[in-house]
């Protein structure tokens, strides 16, 4: 992972179209969501009126059209995460970093961003690069895993995941899913 990680920071100080979504929502703390999403188009010299666009239509496709004035501590875990995609998304990156950004959510919401997170997927199709420790949330979003070992971390298996799109809760009944992820847990034992 290290190597990987190196290689993707490398080329985004290269390629300013890389955007890195993190575990905890790094969001501006006081300004409401429509600012907070808006910010990168601030940065770049866009005007307010263009940046309100923007904002609203990407608070719209995370499914928070309408909640532009509302503050941080006026939305929930869930609805702050989809605040953090559309402030990345906004800036139309070519790869979207994301680090177990939904490991501090509870089951049913975590399921709902997963969702969301392939529908926007499908709208937008920016390359995602998604790290979890999380196996099913691997095999539900992924078209390929890349298994890493311990310390130095090294890929230990390539695996691609043939399921199809759209994917739903069905697809973690799926004869495939369920192999794929024996055959992830192997790996782990094999590794550990």
């Known amino acids: ?30 300004p409401n969501a429509g600012y907070n999403v808006a910010f990168g ?9 263009e940046r309100r666009r923007q ?10 059209g309408g909640f532009d004035t509302h503050y941080p501590a006026q939305l929930s875990g869930g609805m702050q995460q989809r605040v953090e995609i559309a402030r990345v998304l906004i800036n139309r990156p070519r790869v979207l970093l994301m680090d ?28 995602v690069v998604f790290v979890t420790h999380d196996i099913e949330e691997a095999l539900f979003l992924a078209d390929r895993i890349l298994m890493l070992s311990k310390r130095p971390a090294r890929v230990v298996a390539d695996i691609a995941v043939p399921l199809p799109r759209p994917r739903s809760d069905d697809t973690t009944l799926d004869p495939t899913f369920i192999d794929i992820k024996r055959q992830c847990l192997s790996l782990l034992r094999d590794t550990a």
């Not at 939904?102 to 529908?119: H, S």
């Open 1 to 30: 992972m290290c190597r990987l990680a190196s290689r993707l920071l490398a080329i985004r100080k290269h390629h300013r179209r890389i955007e890195k979504k993190y575990n905890a929502p790094q969001r501006i703390q006081i």
């Open 100 to 127: 177990e950004p939904f490991g501090a959510l509870d089951a049913q919401t975590r399921r709902m961003m997963q969702t969301l997170l392939l529908d926007i997927w499908a709208k937008v199709r920016t390359t």
């Open 41 to 49: 188009l601030k940065m770049k010299g866009i005007g307010a009126n």
């Open 55 to 64: 904002a609203a239509e990407l608070l719209e496709l995370v499914g928070l």
